[in-house]
């Protein structure tokens, strides 16, 4: 039975993702020092206790604009403001401009991709136990971008009211395999189902790897659950797939 709610919401996943902790943010107008990050890590833990609310961790990260010819973007992190351009690296050890779109850009969390819009700011979260060397990638993501195809915005709106209304409608939709690598880590493997459109509107192939949506990598514990509650709120999606060698990062809008 688990497995079959995984594969219905990995399946709900690919064409409903969710911008995890996106949120639109204000920023401090300097970078904080190592004792104010902590300061606030603190105060945002107890204050959680007394409202209920989780606490926010992470990096504040920001789009302000982009060129008019795309050739770089100006970003905020932490309070800082930079002109960059891609292969830059916003936040060590592993954060990355990886691509700049005529009105986002795309970021290479540690191998995990996400999409930022122009205006909008994020919290991101690094993981401390990287074994992602950003200067031993030989090549760039291919990424495909689908948000302004209305046939594929129709396809993501149907799966995202399945889920929320009907969702049993989804098992066997898409064909997932859970496998665990030598580190006890869960890969996702899918391959076609029920619904053939979900591999001829969609640039998916027999044995695609699902690696991270929206900046969150599947093989976290907590993934599906965490993506599951934001899917309502969400207005487009980042799913990174792995084929073979070579990353894909599918951008997907509602």
């Known amino acids: 039975m688990k497995v079959k709610l ?17 949120a639109q943010l204000d920023f401090l107008q300097r970078p904080p020092t190592q004792a104010e990050l902590e300061e606030a890590r603190i105060f945002n833990s107890d204050d959680a206790q007394w ?21 770089f973007a100006v970003v905020t992190v932490a309070g800082q403001r930079k002109k960059v351009a891609v292969g830059a690296t916003l936040l060590p050890p592993c954060l990355l401009l990886t691509e700049v779109l005529a009105d986002a850009v795309v970021l290479d969390q540690c191998g995990s991709y996400s999409l930022l819009r122009s205006g909008k700011g994020v919290l991101i979260t690094l993981p401390t136990d990287v074994d992602v060397d950003p200067q031993s990638k030989s090549t760039s993501p291919k990424i ?30 898409l064909e997932v395999d859970v496998r665990k690598d030598n580190r006890g880590l869960r890969r996702y493997f899918i391959s076609p189902g029920k619904d053939m459109r979900l591999f001829t509107a969609l640039p ?19 993934s599906i659950s965490d993506i599951y509650g934001q899917l309502n709120e969400a207005d487009n999606l980042t799913v990174t797939l792995l084929r073979g060698r070579r990353e894909l990062v599918v951008l997907l809008g509602f």
């Open 6 to 22: 995984v594969q219905g919401a990995i399946c709900a996943c690919i064409v409903t993702l969710t911008l995890y902790g996106l």
């Open 51 to 71: 409202f209920g609310e989780d606490p926010d961790f992470g990096i504040s990260v920001k789009l302000e604009n982009i060129a008019e010819d795309a050739s």
């Open 144 to 173: 495909v971008d689908m948000r302004g195809n209305n046939d594929v915005v129709a396809l993501v709106a149907e799966y995202r009211q399945k889920l929320y209304n009907k969702p049993l409608s989804l098992r066997g939709q």
């Open 204 to 222: 998916l192939e027999a044995g695609d790897q699902v690696v991270a949506i929206n900046g969150t990598p599947m093989a976290g514990k907590e």
